[in-house]
């Protein structure tokens, strides 16, 4: 009986201590993490255990492809940080969304190009008017893009039509079917179909710096956990100076990623 009540208590202390370990740890989410650039900082700090140093004990990325869908990641799973482009948290915020705007991540979409199918009979953006244009989801950083595109080529918002991929990969898919004719893509999505699609514009050459993806908060945790939030920003920035100074190991760990 005693060697029982002994176990009985022990498997009650183990339990507790698992309990108290899974409850330090988290996830947090990033817009398209693993397929875009903007979250190969995360991989980095993930392998290099930055944010483990800086007091943020994180498991893991949660993905999304964009847009609403990261917004919807970060409040549905109560987390207390995600990296969301501006449009879709702004939009967010303006229906009732409790999110704060608590870093600004990311300062150029020179990742991005719009890609066409080599054959395409569109060579310029003054070729973009009755075309479908694809972007990867509403409220997207590509489906802002897009407009700005437009604009840049003078056209307005309805003289071509914008259509929802639902990711880059899959705007790749959507090109060589021919369902759509012209798609935003980033790299380094972009990069590994070059040899099958032709670029007719980047954004760098049309568009002027721009903010992509910001740090973002609920406002229950920007109350409660200011410590993590803060820890994962300083574990971002030691990994962007690391990609500068260790390019090599950087771009293996980005490549498992």
């Not at 972007?135 to 950083?141: Q, V």
């Not at 410590?227 to 498992?256: Q, W």
Request: hydrophobic share 50%; proline share 3%; with cysteine.
């Amino acid at each position: 009986m005693h060697t029982i009540f002994s176990r009985a208590l022990a498997a009650l202390a183990l339990a507790a201590l698992l309990s108290s370990g899974a409850a330090s740890a988290e996830e947090i989410v990033v817009s398209n993490y693993g397929v875009a650039a903007n979250g190969m900082p995360y991989a980095i700090a993930l392998e290099k255990g930055f944010f483990k140093a800086e007091g943020a004990d994180v498991t893991g990325v949660l993905s999304s492809s964009g847009g609403g869908t990261t917004v919807r990641n970060l409040l549905t799973g109560n987390l207390a940080y995600g990296e969301v482009d501006l449009a879709g948290t702004v939009a967010a915020i303006q229906q009732g969304a409790d999110l704060k705007i608590i870093s600004d991540n990311v300062l150029t979409v020179a990742e991005f190009v719009w890609a066409a199918k080599p054959d395409s009979p569109i060579k310029t953006i003054k070729d973009l008017k009755g075309r479908k244009i694809g972007y990867t989801n509403p409220r997207s950083t590509s489906q802002a893009l897009d407009v700005l595109l437009l604009e840049a080529a003078g056209l307005k918002p309805d003289e071509a039509e914008l259509v929802k991929t639902g990711g880059f990969g899959e705007a790749v898919v959507a090109l060589n079917l021919g369902s759509i004719d012209i798609s935003a893509i980033a790299d380094p999505v972009w990069s590994k179909n070059k040899a099958q699609l032709r670029v007719v514009v980047a954004a760098s050459d049309v568009l002027p710096p721009l903010c992509n993806v910001i740090g973002v908060t609920t406002g229950a945790a920007a109350a409660s956990r200011g410590d993590f939030i803060r820890a994962i920003l300083r574990g971002r920035r030691k990994a962007v100076a690391f990609m500068y100074s260790n390019t090599d190991e950087a771009v293996a760990i980005v490549a498992k990623a």
